[in-house]
């Protein structure tokens, strides 16, 4: 299987082959689109160098944030965000 929204089946054919046949597609109800290569609209939108700092950056605010979140945890994610911006 190659992602969600077009799924295959592998079939054998001969000994040590495979082949994939496709056997459903996806169709969004609302744009009656399939979204197989096409991708997604990030939340964030960022230039794909900063995409990995941006999303932990993002992720470190949401720890800090929690307010269930045991002191040193909350703590650790504030400091690693600090470190980020400096």
């Known amino acids: 299987m ?13 000994p040590r082959r495979r082949l994939a046949i496709p056997f459903a597609r996806s169709i969004n109800p609302v ?19 900063q995409a990995y700092r941006a999303a932990y950056a993002k992720a470190l605010r949401h720890v800090a944030g929690l307010g269930d979140v045991p002191p040193p945890i909350a703590d650790e994610a504030r400091g690693a965000l600090a470190a980020l911006t400096d």
Do not use: I, K, S, Y
Request: charged share 15%; proline share 6%.
């Open 31 to 49: 744009t009656g689109t399939n979204w197989q290569g096409t991708g997604v609209v990030p939340d964030t939108a960022v230039p794909a160098e």
């Open 2 to 14: 190659h992602g969600g929204a077009d799924r295959d089946g592998l079939v054998g054919w001969a």
